[in-house]
Nanobody
């Protein structure tokens, strides 16, 4: 059973930084695109950033220049470095990945979510 275990959320003041981590536990699988999504109260879940296994990245316009996504393929881990945080970044952040076992189709996996709160 594969699990995505997130860490690094918390409370920070405006202008501060946080680093989120998400590790895929288990063995015997390949990871495709790894992404971070977020969902603020009363809003839909939105894509924050994604990274392919080859290191190509994409970002939501609202976080470009402030957030950096990276991954360590040897550790099956994806990171989100968040700088210059503002209250609009307050949300639950979810890790997502597509994963495949040999001979099986790609499947979608989600982490449990980690709360990020930015105070003004």
């Amino acid at each position: 059973q594969v699990q995505l275990v997130e860490s690094g959320g918390g409370l920070v003041q405006t202008g501060g930084s946080l680093r989120l981590s998400c590790a895929a536990s288990g063995t015997g699988f390949s990871l495709g695109v790894m992404s971070w999504y977020r969902q603020a109260p009363g809003k839909q879940r939105e894509l924050v950033a994604g990274i392919t296994s080859g290191g190509n990245t994409n970002y939501a316009d609202s976080v470009k220049g402030r957030f950096t996504i990276s991954r360590d393929n040897a550790k099956n881990t994806v990171y989100l470095q968040m700088n210059s945080l503002n209250p609009e970044d307050t949300a639950i952040y979810y890790c997502n990945t597509v994963l495949r076992r040999p001979g099986r189709p790609w499947n979608d996996y989600w982490g449990q979510g980690t709360q990020v709160t930015v105070s003004s």
